[in-house]
């Protein structure tokens, strides 16, 4: 068992205990209930005794410390009781209230003296703000929240910034098998990084989950990453914050698209995390982790007793990416012999061909027998369901345990309905550890997804610089390209293919400028600071004749002059192609440098269509990236042949070097690329400097 006693505490007292208060007896009541056979002492001055538990009028009166105190008063009585504790011996505080919302300035004075207290006495805390630790491993539970009886031990960690969802998943009773739950809440002391390092060492844990909201040391978090991939521990993260409002205020189409959410979610990935979308999701692939059966790709065989959910289910694999391949000769003639006027195929429907109990078992083995990785029956099972509805799944999940038995084939029983199934199904499966998935599209993609990470193993994860430092070597500012034209340029020399230009200042010398590039051309306003021109008027597609261009040019020029703006013009050749991509860089004030790829074009914000790399990019990363990404998949496998893969991937080595190049740029938007069969060259450019030097492009 880990000796952490931060965590796993082998005594323990409550502050602010009271006979007559929901909070200030259910932490005594959960450890009498998960059977904790450590010390627990009630504090309180009013009473001799909480819930059959003897008290003490303060920490001051312990006659010896205590591992842990749950502090349950007043915010502005917080910092009190702790400094107390700390003078009886006590180093460790759950700290369950005293949030911002309900305690305002005093909650933020509160977080200040924790750390203090943190730094003079190495003092560890668990809040404030939170619903505390749940351990189920020794029964400790200085915990705010009821703890019900169908609460699961079992080997899956759980660390969640939002109190709620450690509710959500201690509400769930039996379905995630838990070894140690815990809320961060403020995260004063005590962070996500924390906890994760505390699993990767636990030998009670086997896996993780994690709610993440706000990442305060993306260096930590991703080492403490390493550390559980290090110790073969999976785990699985639900990153939330990618609506509008998180985004506010970054300009280039790099920096929203990525937004602080996204690229977290890329970083753990990156660093072999599985993500979620949602609880549903989390919850789903904590059931699976739970089992501690390891899926080991794509592969699936689903079978069911309606033709209808066959095809529901097959359609959500697809959106989801789950392969679905045919029966092979085998197990088709295996079972045609036997039943002619059946037709095997995958999803398989056996219902009617025979009696269930003749010829489930047989197509099951059958399956079993293809060496798929995931055999999934699917079957509608509810607690309100009848007798022999309820019978059945029971019967099937007999028989697909029997069908894996000595395979790596992992099993899975799912109903495609989101409700409670019967407490003997659920029993039964807990004990034969057969995930028991509900809701079709969230079951699948949590399979989808631990599938996917098995299929490509996490590489050397990202690690974020320590701080911005300029480079011994970096230009100077004024050095910075400012303008579209200059930005290419910049690019060019990173290998980029761009356009042939030519910048003009009258309408006359477009004219010329179309002579020499020939057409057709496209013709653009350049200014400092001018960006979305095509907002604004200043960029003519397909010129086709000198005269065009000029009269073009003329208009351009005109428009500017009347609003006193000082415009130049850009003359490029017209770069025709099969797909639209956006390239982007950004500079992450949590991770550092990312790249981005997606859908570009005047759709790239509204599609949102886009993959993130946290960290520079060298050819042979940038090859990767691109491999995972949908537009690689796009690149890869469009109609009439591959586009230019190498041409994009040069397009990602050049905003990642040049961004590498000056410490000043914040965002590099490349949008669009475009890419065709034999070349993939960037059309327009703009570069977003950091607040103190404003916007270019």
């Not at 003490?56 to 910092?79: C, F, M, N, T, Y």
């Not at 899926?295 to 699936?300: A, D, E, H, I, S």
């Not at 990312?594 to 520079?616: N, S």
């Amino acid at each position: 068992m880990s000796s952490d006693v931060r965590y796993r505490p082998r005594s323990l007292a409550v502050v602010g205990a009271s006979p007559s208060s929901f909070v200030g007896r259910v932490a005594l009541e959960n450890c009498r209930s998960l059977g904790f056979a450590g010390r627990v002492v009630a504090v309180t001055p009013k009473y001799a005794e909480v819930a059959d538990v003897p008290a003490v009028p303060s920490l001051a009166d312990l006659d010896e410390p205590v591992d842990a105190a749950l502090v349950q008063v007043r915010a502005d009585r917080v910092l009190g009781v702790v400094e107390q504790g700390l003078a009886a011996g006590v180093r460790t505080f759950v700290i369950p209230g005293a949030g911002t919302t309900d305690s305002g300035d005093v909650a933020r004075e509160l977080v200040q003296e924790l750390r203090r207290l943190r730094d003079e006495h190495g003092l560890s805390v668990f809040g404030p703000n939170c619903m505390g630790v749940l351990d189920l491993v020794t029964g400790a539970a200085p915990y705010i929240g009821t703890v019900g009886r169908e609460l699961r031990r079992g080997t899956v960690g759980l660390a969640a910034q939002s109190g709620a969802v450690v509710e959500a998943f201690v509400n769930a009773g039996a379905r995630v098998p838990l070894s140690t739950a815990i809320s961060s809440g403020s995260e004063a002391v005590l962070g996500l990084p924390d906890h994760l390092r505390f699993f990767a060492a636990d030998p009670e844990t086997t896996a993780v989950l994690a709610f993440v909201e706000a990442v305060d040391d993306a260096g930590d978090l991703l080492a403490a990453c390493r550390a559980l991939a290090d110790a073969g521990k999976t785990v699985a993260a639900c990153v939330v914050g990618r609506s509008a409002t998180a985004q506010e205020g970054v300009r280039a189409h790099s920096g929203r698209l990525a937004g602080a959410a996204r690229t977290t979610a890329a970083a753990l990935a990156q660093a072999g995390a599985v993500l979620a979308h949602d609880l549903d999701e989390l919850i789903a692939l904590g059931e699976v982790l739970g089992t501690r059966r390891h899926v080991r790709g794509r592969r699936t065989h689903l079978v069911t007793n309606s033709g209808g959910e066959a095809n529901l289910l097959a359609d959500l694999a697809d959106d989801v990416g789950l392969e679905l391949p045919g029966l092979g000769v085998s197990a088709h003639a295996r079972l045609t012999e036997r039943w002619p006027l059946f037709t095997p195929r995958n999803p398989m429907d056996p219902w009617g061909a025979d009696d269930h109990e003749v010829i489930y078992p047989e197509a099951l083995r059958a399956l079993a027998d293809e060496g798929g990785d995931l055999l999934v029956v699917g079957i509608d099972q509810q607690r309100t369901a009848g007798a022999y509805e309820q019978e059945l799944g029971l019967f099937l999940a007999r028989t697909l345990r029997d069908a894996v038995a000595g395979s790596d084939t992992v099993p899975v029983l799912l109903s495609p309905a989101a409700q409670d199934p019967p407490d003997e199904l659920a029993a039964f499966c807990a004990a034969a550890d057969i995930p028991l998935l509900r809701g079709a599209r969230p079951s699948l993609a949590a399979l989808a997804a631990l599938a996917g990470r098995a299929e490509h193993p996490p590489a050397a994860a990202p690690t974020p610089p320590r701080a911005a430092q300029t480079p011994p070597s970096a230009p100077m500012a004024s050095e910075l390209p400012r303008t579209e034209d200059e930005v290419l340029a910049a690019l060019a020399a990173h290998g980029l293919d761009v356009p042939r230009t030519r910048r003009v200042t009258t309408a006359g010398a477009a004219s010329a400028a179309f002579a020499e590039l020939g057409a057709p051309v496209v013709l653009k306003g350049v200014a400092e600071g001018l960006l979305h021109k095509t907002e604004v008027g200043l960029v003519r597609v397909g010129l086709s004749t000198p005269q065009e261009t000029q009269v073009e040019a003329a208009g351009m020029l005109a428009r500017a002059a009347e609003q006193g703006v000082t415009l130049d013009l850009l003359v490029a050749e017209l770069v025709r192609g099969d797909l639209e991509v956006l390239v982007g860089f950004h500079r992450d004030p949590a991770f550092g440098p990312t790249v981005l790829l997606g859908l570009g074009g005047v759709w790239a914000e509204f599609l949102d269509v886009v993959d993130v790399h946290v960290g520079d990019l060298d050819e042979c990363t940038a090859h990767a990236f691109l491999d995972r990404s949908r537009i690689g998949r796009m690149v890869r496998d469009a109609r009439g042949g591959a586009l230019d893969r190498d041409g994009v991937v040069r397009a990602l080595c050049a905003v990642s070097r040049l961004g590498a190049s000056y410490p000043e740029i914040s965002a590099i938007d490349v949008n669009p690329v475009i890419v065709s069969r034999t070349r993939a060259v960037a059309v327009d450019a703009a570069l977003t400097l950091a607040p103190m030097g404003g916007p270019s492009t």
